[in-house]
């Protein structure tokens, strides 16, 4: 009897249905999946919803879903997800589309800056906190928004922290919308186009989700007037935590020898390291290929590949991509993959406990970067990236007495940044008195003051303390330090925009060097053809 395959057709569609299949029950396997009616009601219920769970639980990916079919998104309704950082809104975006059988921009969609993948259609719609802050610009009462869920608020990034009281205002604002009929009040902003364009319109009240594995809900609820809090109990997979028996002196050499004791020593599975910087990843990078190159031959290869936020984000991409066969990956990552994210493949994890943080001295107005101990919330968001795709371990690179010793939460960004692009942003909203302004943590009066000098000098606001026509609201819009959008301003007054664009894309990001190991004889020729250039070096010298 001669033996048959299926055609190439009916493979892909058995795949096709394999993978749908897989998909559907691992939604019904995560803890969340037994709540949902109960999730769906409460949201119902309650205007305000702190939800705790696990990581890994299905908070992100599962509870816009049941909103969805909970009719939330009727009349043409969004519900909008923020995140702190843009990966986690394009990969989770990602994922919520194919768990819906839908290609990416219809019914599931994620808008980050420069970058929007939403329609008309889009009902679920992931994106960064800072982009809802901008949509907040235009439509001051987020009119096409029924949820929004602000999720990983923990992380207290200084977006996060405006749009919490921002949301705050407008919940009550379309409450008493609601409450009146057709019209919409006032919410203190200046009056604009799309404002006018809401009134007269009616405004279902805001639903709004505050959501973390890790947040303080007694915080949250009380700023929220008493909010109800739900837990989420347990998690899909077990993660075992170890710690190191002495503290490590060195924890770049302790992840090195970390990771090629997990090669060497434990069974099939991807590494995440976490780092706090280009810098240190790429010396890392470096030294863990040097030393690859030392494995015995039978041993199975590595390969390494680096997630940071100054990074394009097609590389950024690389992280998620599956490793040849008989290979481990072995990703570099900053705290950019430390919530949210599901990084196929990951089973073990390493911390070393540090992480690069803003700190502000609000009397000489300097902002610094420092390399600080995390917190326990950020410590277990980081175990958390294992175990989601069975059970995982991770290795903290400190003493288990060390972690007791560790904050409870990170200080609030808001506590120690440069306010003036947080005072520029609530200006341009229409909220005229920032110390009065309903924070969840005040930041400092000093911070305040200092900001609002700093937009006077650089003529942001008039000295009475309100954004300038037209210079504050051309500020206002650019998505930039303040510095650099007056500078961008100004240089287009003196015709050097060109030059003053490439001065300010260096300032924004941490390294302008980046070099991908496929593209360094690239780089070598560019260097030489450099040299030989000099008057174009003369011009680079002068920028
Ligand atoms: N891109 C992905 N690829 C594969 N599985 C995924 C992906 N995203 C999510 N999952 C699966 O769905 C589970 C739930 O993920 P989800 O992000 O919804 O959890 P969460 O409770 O929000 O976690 P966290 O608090 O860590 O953000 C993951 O543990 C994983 O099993």
Known sequence: MPSFSAGASTQ???????????IREQRKSLPIASVEKRLVDEVRKNDT???????????????PQFLYDGGFCQ??????????????????????????????????GYSIRFDDSTSNATRIKYMTDGLLLREALLDPLLSKYSVIVVDEAHERTVHTDVLLGLLKKVQHSRANASKNGKTLPSM???QNLTQKACQGTICAPLKLIIMSASLDAKCFSDYFGGAKAVHIQGRQYPVDILY????????????????????????????LAFLTGQEEIESLERLINERARLLPP?????????????????????????????????????????TSVTIPGIKYV?????????AYNPVTGMESLIIIPVSKAQALQRSGRAGREGPGKCFRLFQESEFDKLVDSTVPEIKRCNLSNVVLQLKALGIDDIIGFDFMEKPSRTAILKSLEQLILLGALTDDYKLSDPVGHQMARLPLDPMYSKALIVASEFKCLEEMLI??????????????????????????????????????KRL
């Open 49 to 63: 919803l702190i939800i705790v769970g696990e990581t890994g639980s299905g908070k992100t990916t599962q509870l």
């Open 503 to 540: 001065v300010v894309s260096m300032l924004s990001v941490e390294s302008i060097f980046f070099s991908p190991r496929e593209k360094l004889e690239e780089l070598q020729n560019a260097w030489r053809r450099a040299k030989m250039q000099m008057p174009k070096r003369e011009q680079w």
């Open 350 to 358: 390493i911390d070393p406990g540090m992480v690069k943080a803003r």
């Open 75 to 108: 009349d043409g309704k969004v519900i909008g997800i923020t995140q702190p950082r843009r990966v986690a809104a394009v990969t989770v975006a990602k994922r919520v589309a194919e768990e819906c059988n839908d290609q990416l921009g219809k019914k599931v």
């Open 298 to 338: 039978e041993s199975s290869k590595i390969w390494t590949t680096p997630i940071y936020s100054s990074l394009p984000s097609e590389q950024q991409m690389n992280a998620f991509k599956s490793a040849p066969a008989g290979t481990r990956k072995v990703v570099l990552a900053t705290n950019i993959a430390e």
């Open 244 to 271: 190191t028996y002495q503290p490590e002196s060195d924890y770049l050499d302790a992840t090195l020898v970390t990771i090629f004791q997990i090669h060497l020593e434990e069974g099939p599975g991807d590494i």
């Open 12 to 22: 892909k569609q058995q795949n096709y249905q394999r993978r749908r299949q897989q």
């Open 188 to 190: 203190g902003h200046s």
